[in-house]
């Protein structure tokens, strides 16, 4: 399904290739759900204070994925050109844009996702790796970007080449971001910021996990936190995706 470095094929998975890359723990005789299945999850915890977390980085590890980092109920593994999202909360937001980004494949600013499982205690997502903007030099009109993909109204001055430096006006990544607000409008908030907007190899920004639960939303089983979190790109790590 990949080559030496990771790097998925053009077309779509088979249903095999993909329990092969994402499911199957071959080292300990177990798919990834049966692992976490062993451990009981706290909903009122972070990622890194779950009794999962340790067991689960050592057994992806022997298939060759590194911890990456993070956020609040999901933890991210990379390996070469693939980046794999483990969540410990199925009703999390990030299985909800998933779902969304794999029925909007091609749209400007969508991440390629390979792959979205549900399971009893937790979702597997497989996807193409990007890069943090940490990553990128920004100059103060790149950082006008940034605030223009996330302002309500989507208005959009300037864009992202690769070497970040600023080229003409380009309103294609904003409409989908405007798309994806008013989808999930009245469900969820919009939650757009540095840490969850990436970039690909050609330069273009990618919105990699611009919804959350907000503190007052009954979703979230009344626990208040901040998603901090970008689609595979996490402020909790210094990796690049």
């Not at 969540?87 to 749209?107: E, H, I, L, S």
């Amino acid at each position: 399904m990949t080559d030496n470095q990771g790097h998925m094929p053009n077309r779509a998975p088979t249903a095999k290739e993909i329990e092969r890359e994402t499911l199957s723990l071959d080292a300990y005789g177990m798919k990834v759900s049966d692992l976490l299945s062993l451990y009981p999850v706290r909903l009122d915890a972070s990622v890194r204070k779950q009794l999962i977390l340790n067991p689960l980085i050592d057994a992806m590890a022997e298939e060759g994925w590194l911890f990456a980092g993070s956020g609040f109920f999901s933890a991210v593994f990379i390996k070469g050109g693939l980046a794999l999202k483990i969540g410990f909360k199925v009703t999390d937001t990030g299985a909800m844009y998933a779902a969304w980004c794999r029925a909007n494949q091609g749209k400007p600013g969508v991440p390629l996702v390979y792959s979205l499982s549900k399971f009893v205690g937790c979702y597997v997502i497989l996807q193409r790796r990007y890069d943090k903007l940490e990553t990128v030099w920004l100059d103060e009109e790149d950082e006008h970007f940034l605030r223009d993909v996330a302002d309500e109204y989507g208005e959009i001055k300037t864009a992202l080449n690769v070497g970040g430096s600023v080229f003409g006006t380009r309103y294609a990544t904003v409409r989908t971001a405007a798309q994806i607000r008013e989808f999930f409008e009245g469900i969820v908030d919009w939650d757009v910021h540095h840490s969850n907007v990436m970039m690909d190899d050609s330069g273009e920004l990618i919105i990699t996990d611009p919804i959350s639960y907000g503190p007052c939303s009954d979703a979230d089983d009344g626990y208040s936190y901040a998603s901090n979190s970008g689609y595979y790109g996490y402020a909790e790590t210094s990796e690049t995706l």
